[in-house]
């Protein structure tokens, strides 16, 4: 859990406070190893971006968004996780909130992934779906689920070899 | 096992009998703790109302057909138990055939997610995701897809001391 | 994993490469005894169908494409086993790119399903959700994820005693 909070710092990246469910759910249940977390919005300090992508919200700002998307699930992954665990991210879901011509739904979805990467390195490499989906709840443009394992929390001489193997993304 | 069907004699649910799959899949599998359930329409008796969100089917209605949705999820995961095992809900996620201007899905998904914690108490608050899609197999308003952890039934007196954690909700 | 192998070599079915992912993820990710796979789309040879269903691709070559979509994600799971190891496929996603007035999803997903069923056997008995989808990534007819379990391998003789089973389908 630490190596994955001095590694938000060194990237300068707060970590929002645990997202609060809209409705009778967790934000994140763990079972045996896995932490499964709720499909997760955009929402910043309790403002979220709405519409549609493209024609609302822009290519880049869904996949800015998505991105927001990740640290509300990493937010709500880590306090489930004891002292000296770690996450792996394993597996991503993605759907965006977007018009029945639109096709580039992975653009979007890097948002996430990449962020996912750059924060827990070779821990951040995930199977991922990504999908359009006509309409999202609280009208929201992206929604990101993803499911971790917990992981035994690298020594900070092991993190530091990771990095190397980060450059090849 | 007996824990759930004690508590739905309590809550006065008959379990709908173990659904059949509409083609070439089970109706749930179980992997190591794991079990997987097929995503549920809100079909009883062989029966099902159709239709999309809000225009056909309304809110309130398709609220309902969630919690059946569930149901029916339960009864396709218990018969996967053992005899001394019991259900923990690990992570819910409801589709919604929705008109593409709606955003309330949470509400509807919440049918599911309350019967969740209803039965299965503390065992039942689970990670979420919830979306709207332009279609469902057979015109279903909602489907239901259910993950489910395989753990020690607790003794009924430990059932009791739930039920005190069950008033939050 | 031989025993996988020799079932596609009686088949007569030749496993394509490990699919390349869209953009920064893996094709595939493995935690603990579970293999999580990226969602599918139908290539072959870099090539793939696009449109929707059943407007532009007809429900008969959607169903065929879902087929390809599964052996896309075999061979993106299969390189995650251990040498004695073989794949249980525990739960199946298929996303059709699909009309808003069409219904008949779980035929195209049969597709997927049943192709698993004459690989995998009894293994390959699979929790399934299905549904229709506004749009799906690079305009693709059809998507499909996996989520397998790594098992031992069966003896060849116990295989064919699975195979007496298989007749059921």
């Given at each position: 859990?630490?190596?994955?909070?001095q590694?938000?710092?060194e990237l300068?990246?707060t970590?929002?406070?645990?997202?609060t469910?809209?409705?009778?759910?967790?934000?994140?249940?763990?079972a045996?190893?896995?932490?499964?977390?709720?499909?997760q919005l955009p929402?910043?300090?309790?403002?979220?971006?709405?519409?549609?992508?493209p024609?609302?919200?822009?290519?880049?700002?869904?996949?800015?968004l998505?991105?927001?998307?990740?640290?509300?699930?990493?937010?709500?992954a880590?306090?489930?996780?004891?002292e000296?665990?770690?996450?792996?991210?394993?597996?991503?879901?993605?759907?965006?909130?977007s018009?029945?011509d639109?096709?580039?739904?992975?653009a979007?979805?890097?948002?996430?992934?990449t962020l996912?990467?750059?924060i827990l390195?070779e821990?951040g490499?995930h199977?991922r779906?990504?999908?359009g989906?006509?309409a999202?709840p609280?009208?929201?443009?992206v929604?990101?689920?993803?499911?971790?394992?917990?992981?035994?929390q690298?020594s900070p001489?092991?993190?530091?070899?990771?990095?190397w193997?980060?450059?090849?993304?």
């Amino acid at each position: 859990m630490k190596d994955i909070l001095q590694r938000l710092e060194e990237l300068s990246i707060t970590l929002p406070p645990k997202p609060t469910p809209l409705a009778a759910y967790s934000p994140a249940v763990r079972a045996e190893n896995f932490i499964y977390v709720s499909g997760q919005l955009p929402i910043h300090d309790g403002q979220m971006t709405t519409g549609r992508v493209p024609d609302v919200v822009s290519l880049d700002e869904a996949t800015e968004l998505s991105s927001l998307c990740f640290l509300n699930a990493l937010a709500a992954a880590l306090p489930l996780l004891n002292e000296n665990e770690s996450l792996q991210l394993v597996q991503l879901q993605g759907f965006v909130q977007s018009a029945p011509d639109f096709y580039d739904h992975p653009a979007i979805i890097d948002g996430a992934s990449t962020l996912a990467l750059q924060i827990l390195g070779e821990r951040g490499r995930h199977a991922r779906i990504a999908m359009g989906v006509s309409a999202l709840p609280k009208n929201a443009p992206v929604e990101i689920s993803c499911t971790f394992l917990a992981v035994p929390q690298r020594s900070p001489r092991f993190l530091g070899r990771y990095r190397w193997f980060e450059r090849k993304f």
